[in-house]
């Protein structure tokens, strides 16, 4: 009987440490970082600075995240009238992405769709401006149609249009395109920044990034 119960514990304690070593053998697997997808950027993609696509910089983004917001105050830190950075201007292609963080942020998902609403409209970027430096307007509002049209308003964006498109079908698909690229490539969380196919620590300065960047621009013109 003692060396049954022996035996079962063994047991135990084999199946545990294999459960275990497979476990481990599962989640200590390298992950990829570089996506052959992200070094492309399609027509639906919302893009500034360069055209030339030599180095692309790819966010993707949550119009609620409070760290994106933090981010978009970095980002918009690069100074366009210095030397330094017309090189970037001149050579980097910025594209933004959406990934709202539905669980989390509520409103994420219906700002995406008033930005890309916008952007029918030709100001992408300029709602994007506004969101962001006017998050907490917005953020906590049960609902926040009234505000985004306010925005649109400001844009002097033709009202009637706006309301129809950010509830339009085809809006909503290219946010749950953007969405579900994001998770192909392994988006964890926002923000998250891709260089040249190749994701990347999030800079912690505008002095980072901007030296991340030029380092970039000098990969890709050295032979």
């Known amino acids: 009987m003692e060396m049954k119960n022996i035996l079962l514990i063994v047991g135990s304690v084999l199946g545990l440490f294999i459960l275990l070593f497979v476990a481990y053998t599962m989640t200590s697997q390298p ?5 052959e997808s992200l070094r492309t950027v399609s027509a639906a993609d919302h893009t500034k600075w360069s055209d030339k696509k030599n180095v692309i910089l790819t966010e993707y983004s949550d119009f609620q995240c409070p760290a994106c917001a933090t981010y978009f105050d970095l980002i918009k830190g690069l100074d366009e009238t210095s030397d ?9 292609t910025f594209v933004y992405r959406h990934f709202p963080l539905d669980q989390i942020h509520p409103n994420a998902r219906e700002a995406a769709w008033a930005a890309e609403a916008a952007a029918k409209q030709g100001a992408f970027y300029p709602y994007h401006d ?24 400001e844009l002097k ?31 964890q969380g926002t923000p998250t920044f891709y260089l040249n196919g190749t994701k990347i620590r999030s800079p912690q300065s505008v002095e980072e990034l901007r030296q991340v960047l030029l380092d970039a621009i000098q990969q890709s013109t050295t032979p």
Do not use: C, H
């Not at 992950?31 to 996506?35: G, I, L, N, S, V």
């Not at 330094?84 to 980097?92: D, L, P, Q």
């Not at 506004?130 to 308003?153: C, H, M, N, T």
């Not at 009202?159 to 579900?180: G, I, R, T």
């Open 31 to 35: 992950q990829e970082t570089y996506f």
């Open 157 to 187: 964006l033709d009202l009637e249009q706006f309301k129809k498109d950010s509830s339009s079908d085809s809006v909503k698909y290219k946010v749950q395109k953007d969405y579900l690229s994001g998770m192909e490539v392994d988006v």
């Open 130 to 153: 506004i969101l962001f430096s006017r998050q907490s307007e917005w953020a906590d509002l049960g609902d926040p149609s009234d505000q985004f049209v306010k925005y649109a308003e």
């Open 84 to 92: 330094e950075n017309k090189a970037i201007f001149e050579n980097v």
